[in-house]
Every structure is written in C-alpha cells, then in structure tokens.
C-alpha cells in the first residue's frame, strides 16, 4: 500500500515505543525471583525455560517472555516452580511490572514530540501490547502521551491476543477506518502476524525489541526499521 494511503498506525507498546531490554530486563528478573520464593537458580531456570538464552543473555523471538501476556508468562512460570497458587503469582507479576511501566518505562525517543508529528500529519494512533492495558496507561500517563492516542488495548481488553488480528480490527472500528488503511508497526513476529491477520495495510518492524531484520521480514513485515525514529522516513 502506498505511504500516503495511511490513515491511522497502531503500534505495539515494549520493544517498539519501549527499548525492550532495558524496560523489561532488570524487572523480568525480579519478578522470576519473586516467584522461584527467593532462589536464585529456580529464577535462573524460569528465565531460561520462558525464553532467555543464558549464553547471550537475550531473548528468544517469539518466546513467551519475549512475547507472550502476564498472564501466560505467570502460568508457565508457575508451573515452572511447582506453585499451585496461579492468581497469587499472576498477582506477584503484575504488581512488579505495573509498578514499573508506572515509573521505570524507557522510551525509546521522545514520545510526546514524537506523537505531535504524527498527530500533526493528521494519524489517529493506537497502541496494542500483550502487557496488561492497565500497564499500558500507567506508562502513557507517566509520560504525559496519553492524551495522544485514540486507542490503547491489552492482553485484557477483551479483543484477543496477538498473533490473532482482534486488536488491529477493535482499533479499526474504534477509529472508523477500513483495515487497508492502517499501518501497524512492531518488533516480534506476533506484531507481523497479528497485522497479516487483521488485514493491515503496512506491516513495519522496529530493530529495538528482540527480532532480527530477517524473522522481522520472513513473518510478514513490508519494511523494517532501525527504531520508529525512522517512522516518518517510511510512512
């Protein structure tokens, strides 16, 4: 689809607007270590078994941590630990990440300055992230941005998860535009996938989450991205 075709972006939130390893890095681990009851090799375990490569200390594309809910990294770490009590390690997990996005969040540009020049070109924005959508407004309230965006939705909301295409068609109808018109941008297969799915017009990877150019591309990005610095020079 041609550039000037587009109407309205929504884009993923961590790894995209947020340096993944530095917003979630410190965090993650913590939060491992709070479900592993204090031991650190349990945590260690967790981490690996969620998708963390203990050589390289980064993260699998596509793995739950890289990728999945707080609600899907809590079962499996659960599980992990041999703990029975899954509403008190969802809620051990979400408190640690909300109050986090609440007051730790990296941005990865000024995302007010950045915001006015797409609201300026007359974008209607939204965001879709597979963090809690209460996550997801804690860390746009804290930066002052959340005035900017038409839309924002979580694992939570109610329009499914990523890979599926519910979030993209739940921001196409809450904008009023036909999915054509939409440009999604993202840093995992999920956010590649969830675009196809929902029928996006463009498809933009971002190299500042945990995917390569190459696994950007191969699941379905129409152009990748050094960071949505970039965005303006693509769209």
Not at 42 to 55: F, I, V
Not at 79 to 108: M, T
Not at 170 to 184: D, E, G, W, Y
Not at 224 to 230: A, E, L, M, R, W
Request: with cysteine.
């Amino acid at each position: 689809m041609p550039a000037d075709d587009v109407r309205a972006i929504l884009f993923d939130k961590d790894g995209t607007l947020f340096d993944f390893y530095e917003t979630w890095g410190p965090v993650t681990e913590a939060a491992a270590l709070a479900v592993a009851g204090g031991d650190a090799e349990k945590a260690a375990h967790l981490m690996r078994e969620s998708g963390k490569d203990p050589e390289t200390g980064r993260y699998i594309p596509g793995s739950p941590i890289a990728s999945g809910s707080n609600r899907e990294i809590a079962e499996l770490w659960a599980r992990l630990a041999g703990r029975s009590d899954l509403d008190v390690v969802y809620g051990e997990v979400h408190a640690l990440f909300l109050a986090h996005q609440a007051n730790a969040a990296i941005p990865v540009t000024d995302l007010d300055a950045f915001f006015a020049v797409l609201r300026g070109r007359g974008f209607a924005l939204g965001i879709a992230t597979m963090d809690s959508e209460e996550s997801a407004r804690a860390a746009m309230a804290r930066l002052g941005v959340h005035g900017s965006l038409d839309f924002i939705c979580g694992f939570d909301t109610g329009h499914g998860v990523k890979p599926g295409g519910g979030m993209v068609e739940a921001f196409c109808r809450h904008v009023n535009l036909r999915p054509h018109t939409i440009a999604v941008v993202g840093d995992s297969p999920h956010d590649m996938e969830m675009a196809r799915a929902g029928g996006a017009g463009r498809i933009i990877g971002v190299l500042t989450g945990v995917s390569s150019r190459e696994i950007l591309i191969d699941h379905g990005a129409d152009t990748v991205i050094d960071s949505i610095v970039d965005l303006n020079d693509v769209i």
